[in-house]
């Protein structure tokens, strides 16, 4: 059951049980009952909409040249909130992304070269 159905559950003007003890019954913390999440920020949604302007432009662009692209409009702002941005309209740059688990010049080793070694004993 998700936080909302919980919630929905809750009547605060029940004659015999709190809205504490329903909170328990439901497993529900009273902070998760009372929340209302913020408003969106107007200049967050202005920087979004430049974002995915600029990255149907560019869809290789990733955070430090987006980035840098708003510093040019007039718009500096930080790397963090350009990641934050771009990760919740679900953009990511399009191009190669770095291996860094691959050892690097190592090669594998093949089932065929195995066959043609010899086996001695």
């Known amino acids: 059951m998700t936080t909302a159905e919980r919630r929905a559950l809750v009547e605060p003007g029940h004659p015999r049980l ?3 003890r ?3 019954l439901l497993g529900l913390s009273r902070g998760a009952y009372y929340y209302t999440p913020a408003p969106p920020d107007p200049e967050d949604l202005t920087l979004m909409r430049l974002l995915d302007e600029e990255y149907t432009r560019h869809p290789f662009f990733g955070v430090r040249r987006m980035r ?3 510093a040019d409009q ?3 702002v930080g790397h963090d909130r350009v990641r934050r941005l771009l990760r919740t309209m679900g953009l990511e740059a399009v191009g190669p992304k770095p ?3 691959a050892p690097a010049g190592v090669t594998r080793e093949r089932p065929r070269d195995r066959r043609a070694q ?3 004993r």
Request: with cysteine; glycine share 6%.
């Open 22 to 24: 329903q909170c328990e």
């Open 99 to 101: 291996r860094l688990s």
């Open 18 to 20: 709190s809205i504490r």
């Open 74 to 76: 007039g718009r500096p």
């Open 118 to 120: 010899r086996v001695s």
């Open 68 to 70: 840098d692209w708003l």
